[in-house]
């Protein structure tokens, strides 16, 4: 789907390790990023989803088929960071969209703290990734996805943070966003 309907590019696949806990993090702007991102990436990434999907049966399964799990937005919670943690100890690879939402323009502009925060407790490397034209895929009203160009762009594994000290996660997650923004101003 991303090469034959949307055009799709991808730029720094080598930077994926293939093996091993690693904590994808990146921009959000359409219910195709998901998927998108898990195909790019090359293995199995679990996501966090908001609980409300969980409540709709068919819906349901096949998000947990593919690894997701629920959070509860707006709070700490720490049974969403269990299990991206059992899903780290397992070697599974786990994506977080650090705006916690999707946005309209794709940017990250007010980034949470979560995933810094898993990173620091697995102590596992973090990999940003940007997903440019996602957001265009729909109209508002549309139910139909549109074909739009859409790129991909891989960075380089950031280090976890040495504690949990909330300015170091601070940091680390804003230089996160700022990779994430600036990957996506390069455009297509």
Not at 30 to 41: A, E, K, R, V, Y
Not at 59 to 66: N, R
Not at 122 to 131: C, K
């Amino acid at each position: 789907m991303l090469h034959a309907y949307f055009r799709g590019r991808i730029y720094g696949a080598e930077n994926v390790p293939q093996k091993g806990p690693l904590l994808i993090v990146s921009n959000h702007a359409s219910d195709f990023d998901p998927p998108l991102l898990s195909n790019c990436i090359g293995r199995p990434v679990a996501f966090m989803a908001k609980e409300e999907l969980f409540r709709i049966p068919v819906l349901k399964q096949a998000i947990e088929l593919y690894g997701a799990y629920p959070v509860k937005r707006g709070a700490a919670d720490r049974n969403a960071i269990r299990a991206a943690l059992n899903s780290l100890n397992t070697g599974w690879a786990v994506g977080i969209f650090l705006q916690g939402t999707r946005t309209t323009d794709a940017r990250i502009d007010d980034p949470k703290l979560g995933a810094a925060l898993i990173a620091a407790k697995a102590n596992v490397p973090l990999l940003p990734v940007s997903l440019w034209g996602t957001e265009k895929i729909f109209r508002q009203g549309s139910t139909v996805p549109r074909r739009v160009p859409v790129t991909v762009r891989i960075g380089e594994l950031i280090a976890p943070p040495t504690s949990t000290d909330k300015e170091e996660l601070q940091a680390l997650t804003q230089k996160c966003a700022d990779e994430i923004n600036a990957m996506h101003a390069l455009g297509r």
